[in-house]
């Protein structure tokens, strides 16, 4: 069984890594400035910002697939403009991300 | 890419507190129906370490902004990761959702480690700089519908059909919960529909419907949770039969008090495998008063009687939940008789199995149930074996 917080760390960096990598803010900002904050922004606020269009947000969640294990139809399923990245990001641990790797 | 996961990794900062020996790190997690809080514990030189022989004892919980003071974990685990270092887990039926909890390490013969800020990432704001309408919502609509590790008493919309007796049945139950200084008040509202298909015998039909309001205060009592709570129930039933149409209506206002004990089944409890909530009993009385027209109305009572509840629910395997309640009420008129009502259900948690709806307002759940018994307040015999999809809200 791995450990919830080592799960939200990694989960924390697959986040910043896949957003930042597609939306021209460096993985530090994003960081920084939408995940850290005891209230940060939400979603939809970077979204409209720094999102260019659907298929990259597709892209993205795509790849974030790919890092944890689960279904982008998960995923997207999970999605939501109006909470924040660290809720999204607790939605997919929920949802049993990481969790194949250790079966 | 290496380099700037590494600059991210030592970033993170939140819910850590130094010692000279010992720095720790935690996180409030929810899994398998309950809140956990998760410590790492490190060493001066960084490395993953436990301390030598940790016990509940040394550990005080408080949440951050209540007025319940601290209290202890009824169960401290340590939990060895394929991944990392070892970690402890403690466990307590206290541990709430949308909330910040300050974790106490009692460290013998030495000065006490105070990990501040554990939250919950779905902690909301107290204020911001929403509009007053999207406030209001999320605080006082929204809000009453979130039941964060509720066993019972779930918000739900269930259609059932019985192949055997050509009988098809609908229910909505919707219970909110809104609270403020300190009280709870649960308005009720149900409505349930039976049509029946008798070979020869045309259609038959039952409605119900129910409407109530509940007031309650809860408080902790060193682990058990108390409360007590006041009920009016109006229930209306309409009987369409061969025989002719009855209606018949009762009103009912109960006192109840309640001890919920989930924390000692703490012990018992494996996130992963197996875990009891909403285990709860409760003693009270009612009065009720019944009157109506037709054939099942003609008899009218006015009576009072106690009762005592019992419920549980375990949750195991991953998915799979059983509940169980038992109503057992003594009327005290002359010539009634000791009345029990039991209720079993299964249901398969599928919340986790398929992807969540649009706006993640609810999910399906398959459901077995099973209910015998009389009860308030009409106590007439009623069977039920019913199996169907469950619409139950989230619950965050």
């Not at chain 2, 960084?46 to 003071?69: M, N, S, Y």
């Not at chain 2, 009420?329 to 709806?357: C, I, K, M, N, Y």
Request: a neutral charge; glycine letters at 8%; proline letters at 4%.
């Amino acid at each position: 069984m791995s450990s919830w917080l080592g799960n939200r760390k990694r989960m924390r960096l697959d986040i910043a890594k896949e957003f930042s990598a597609r939306s021209g803010v460096s993985a530090a900002d994003f960081v920084r400035l939408f995940y850290d904050p005891v209230f940060p922004p939400l979603i939809g606020d970077f979204d409209s910002q720094y999102i260019s269009d659907g298929g990259v947000l597709e892209e993205i969640l795509s790849a974030l697939g790919q890092a944890t294990g689960l279904a982008t139809v998960k995923i997207r399923s999970y999605f939501s403009r109006n909470e924040t990245f660290a809720q999204f990001g607790e939605h997919l641990l929920r949802a049993g991300a990481y969790t194949k790797e250790t079966e | 890419m290496r380099r700037t996961a590494a600059a991210i990794f030592f970033l993170i900062i939140a819910s850590a507190a130094c010692h000279a020996q010992v720095s720790v790190e935690g996180a409030l997690f929810f899994d398998r129906g309950h809140y956990w809080i998760e410590l790492a514990f490190r060493d001066a030189a960084g490395r993953d370490t436990i301390p030598r022989a940790v016990t509940p004892a040394q550990f005080e919980i408080t949440k951050l902004g209540g007025t319940a003071g601290h209290f202890r974990p009824s169960k401290v685990e340590i939990v060895s990761g394929e991944r990392g270092g070892p970690v402890i887990v403690l466990s307590s039926g206290r541990l709430e959702g949308r909330a910040c909890y300050r974790v106490t390490y009692l460290v013998p013969d030495s000065d006490p480690v105070v990990v501040d800020s554990i939250c919950d990432p779905f902690l909301e704001p107290s204020a911001g700089n929403e509009c007053g309408g999207t406030a209001f919502f999320r605080k006082y609509v929204a809000g009453a519908f979130r039941k964060d590790g509720d066993a019972v008493d779930l918000n739900q919309f269930k259609y059932e059909y019985d192949f055997s007796d050509e009988k098809a049945s609908s229910s909505l139950s919707l219970e909110p919960r809104y609270r403020t200084h300190g009280f709870s008040f649960e308005p009720l509202f149900e409505q349930s529909a039976v049509a029946y298909s008798l070979a020869g015998r045309g259609k038959t039909s039952t409605e119900r419907s129910a409407l109530a309001l509940a007031v309650s205060k809860a408080a902790w009592v060193r682990d058990l949770r108390l409360s007590v709570s006041t009920k009016y129930r109006y229930d209306r039933s309409a009987f369409d039969l061969a025989a002719g149409d009855s209606v018949v209506a009762t009103r009912s206002v109960a006192v109840e008090g309640r001890v919920r004990f989930d924390n000692l089944f703490d012990r018992l409890n494996r996130h992963c495998l197996s875990v009891f909530k909403g285990v709860d009993c409760g003693f009270g009385y009612a009065w009720y008063q019944s009157d109506g027209g037709g054939l099942r109305g003609a008899s009218r009572f006015n009576r009072t009687t106690p009762f005592a509840n019992l419920r549980a629910t375990w949750t195991f395997l991953d998915g799979f939940q059983l509940s169980y309640s038992l109503q057992t009420f003594w009327p005290a008129s002359t010539g009634d008789e000791f009345a029990g009502f039991q209720s079993v259900r299964f249901r398969l948690l599928l919340r986790d199995a398929l992807p969540a709806q649009a706006g993640k307002a609810y999910h399906p759940d398959v459901e077995f149930a099973y209910d015998t018994g009389r009860r308030l307040p009409l106590f007439e015999k009623e069977e039920k074996i019913s199996i169907g999809f469950t619409f139950a809200l989230y619950p965050w």
